[in-house]
């Protein structure tokens, strides 16, 4: 991965290879929710639910190690999710749409039975979903943890539009196009090439809409109240200096904005704390876990 264009491919379009040989246990469901099936990973447990939400072009191949040992350690129930177009999730036709895509979460989650007592873990673009998801279901959440999350607060320190000029050029090297070449023509070259994988379709999808259109769409979200919040931010530079300084500092003002948040700093980590520090993940779960039951 270029560190240059480490922005696009980590929040929209990001192709890690993440483990895929780890203690996994549960089992797999095709859930049909909306006008699209949804793949979960369920660990059975108790009645408190913890709901993984990957990173932005990741699926839950980034929680195949931690998520056992969450269930092991809570005896809660866990769940993992493809996004639509991510791992055996089908690819939808149209643009993702934020609002939607939690729609269809939550059609799956109760087809489950998984609709109440929910903790939200959510990594980098995640975190930006978790907070639509508790936004519009905040009686049936308890807790949140976001990691390394993409925030509201990004958008005003760095600017939607700063953020969409920096991420065109790994854009266009995902889809195997020209960097110099506009958007537009970057969006209509790929969309009739018919040699691009479901992952690079998946995140086209992802990316056609721009930051301000989503920023549009999440700054009216409001995070519930009175429930116990944890935000872990990376403590080892992954971006270039500017874009760094603004991620810490949107990271520090986003947790003072939420009375009784934790930051804590994963000392060791870029942005990948789930394969760098888990234990940072897998400790702060059980932490709000504990301070629930």
Not at 69 to 81: E, M, Q
């Amino acid at each position: 991965m270029l560190r240059k264009y480490t922005l696009i491919l980590a929040f929209f379009l990001s192709s890690a290879i993440l483990a895929q040989n780890g203690n996994r246990i549960g089992f797999d469901t095709l859930v049909l929710a909306g006008k699209t099936h949804l793949n979960f990973h369920i660990i059975k447990g108790g009645d408190i639910t913890i709901l993984f939400e990957s990173g932005g072009g990741m699926d839950i191949s980034e929680w195949v190690d931690i998520a056992p040992l969450v269930a092991k350690t809570t005896t809660a129930t866990v769940v993992c999710y493809d996004r639509a177009g991510f791992g055996k999730s089908d690819l939808p036709d149209e643009p993702q749409n934020m609002q939607i895509e939690s729609d269809w979460l939550w059609k799956g989650l109760t087809k489950l039975g998984l609709n109440r007592n929910l903790i939200l873990a959510g990594h980098s673009f995640g975190g930006w979903m978790i907070r639509m998801t508790a936004s519009q279901h905040p009686d049936a959440v308890i807790g949140m943890l976001f990691i390394d999350p993409f925030t509201n607060e990004i958008c005003e320190l760095m600017g939607a539009e700063t953020i969409d000029n920096f991420q065109k050029p790994g854009l266009a090297q995902v889809l195997g196009a020209n960097q110099n070449d506009s958007y537009e023509k970057i969006f209509a070259d790929a969309a009739n090439n018919n040699n691009l994988t479901k992952l690079q379709k998946a995140g086209l999808r992802m990316a056609i809409n721009s930051t301000k259109q989503k920023y549009d769409l999440m700054k009216s979200t409001r995070i519930p109240g009175n429930i116990p919040i944890k935000i872990i931010t990376s403590g080892k530079q992954w971006l270039p200096d500017d874009f760094w300084t603004e991620w810490r500092a949107a990271h520090d003002k986003f947790a003072k904005s939420i009375p009784g948040a934790e930051l804590i700093i994963a000392d060791k980590s870029d942005h990948m704390i789930s394969l760098r520090q888990p234990e940072l993940i897998i400790n702060a779960i059980v932490d709000i876990y504990k301070s629930i039951k």
